[in-house]
């Protein structure tokens, strides 16, 4: 089975070691001749994936005419800031039914799309996909178990990206709610932020459970608005891919919170992560999103006022803890 994975970060590069190492025919492929020439030097990521080593087998190619010579399943693994123009670079090469999946977390904030609904706006002969959940790639990478899930709209589309991508240490479950997954993958980006937030102001495990589970309130109040699952949001592309993304060492999103925190501007912890930090990008989309659905979610409010108005993140901690008075849970009835 022949598979191009599109975008030679470390998610892509991880994705295709584990596809390589599952009998697939691979080619990778990046738009920055830099990064593909260290891949056929060194076969690894020096800085961000030391200890896994691309296989021989896996080719390497910045040509994209090269990338889609007929690939079965094409994967959309560039950061969500690129995915449209990637996705309208190769519109004309796609044949009637590829699969793409996207393997990218972010809300495109211009159009306030999900990134399969611009692969479908941009490809619409091909089926559009998802795969998300709790699953980084220096772990992945080095075969650490993990599960993760598939969304799509037909049930045989999702089997077949399962059976793809499944190995005996990378579990992969199926989903028919895209919305739902695309929105837990991008949204849990933005607390995650605020998780780090905390962290660097020096708060403790209290503050940050907190956070996570008024996060995923948010996150669902939302995501079921737009016509996602609520199982979706306690699942593995919600709670789960927000657990580890809030309290891991691997996450950009967290060490960028983690940097503003103690003080930094959001430009200044986006560059000394090094890395994309989609959280950033997708603040401005969720509370966009949650002033057209009519949703109150106020962590994403304080994120966007730090981020983008130059506001202490003290403060904003402060008017969090400070909001009105009222129930947790306002759909479940008292007793008259």
């Not at 490809?123 to 996909?129: D, F």
């Not at 709209?153 to 190995?167: E, G, L, P, S």
């Not at 998780?195 to 995923?216: E, H």
């Amino acid at each position: 089975m022949k598979v191009s994975v599109l975008g030679a970060g470390t998610w892509g590069t991880a994705l295709a070691i584990l596809l390589a190492a599952n009998g697939k025919e691979v080619t990778l492929w990046s738009k920055l001749p830099k990064e593909i020439d260290g891949l056929k030097q060194d076969r690894k990521h020096i800085k961000n994936l030391p200890e896994a080593e691309l296989p021989e087998s896996v080719a390497l190619t910045t040509d994209l005419a090269e990338a889609l010579a007929a690939p079965e399943l094409i994967v959309m693994a560039t950061a969500s800031v690129f995915v449209r123009e990637t996705a309208h670079s190769i519109a004309s090469s796609v044949p009637e039914g590829t699969i793409i999946v996207n393997v990218a977390k972010g809300i495109e904030e211009a159009s306030l799309k999900t990134l399969t609904e611009v692969i479908e706006e941009e490809i619409p002969q091909a089926e559009a996909t998802v795969l998300s959940g709790p699953s980084h790639a220096e772990e992945v990478s080095r075969k650490i178990p993990t599960t993760i899930v598939a969304g799509a709209k037909k049930r045989n589309v999702a089997k077949k990206i399962q059976d793809t991508f499944m190995t005996e240490f990378f579990r992969v479950y199926t989903s028919p709610d895209v919305i739902g997954i695309e929105l837990g993958g991008s949204l849990k980006n933005v607390i995650a932020l605020a998780a780090g937030i905390t962290d660097g102001l020096g708060y403790g495990d209290n503050t940050k459970a907190a956070l996570m589970t008024r996060g995923i309130a948010e996150i669902s109040r939302l995501g079921t608005k737009m016509g996602g699952k609520y199982e979706t949001f306690s699942g593995l592309s919600g709670m789960g891919d927000l657990m580890v993304t809030c309290t891991s060492r691997h996450s950009r999103n967290r060490n960028a919170g983690f940097l503003i925190g103690q003080g930094k501007t959001a430009e200044e912890a986006m560059a000394e992560v090094g890395q994309v930090v989609e959280g950033v990008y997708s603040a401005k989309a969720a509370l966009l999103l949650s002033q057209k659905y009519g949703i109150e979610m106020p962590i994403v409010e304080q994120i966007n006022q730090v981020l983008f108005e130059n506001k202490s993140p003290r403060d904003a901690a402060y008017e969090l803890f400070a909001r009105d008075k009222t129930d947790e849970h306002r759909t479940v009835s008292w007793e008259e």
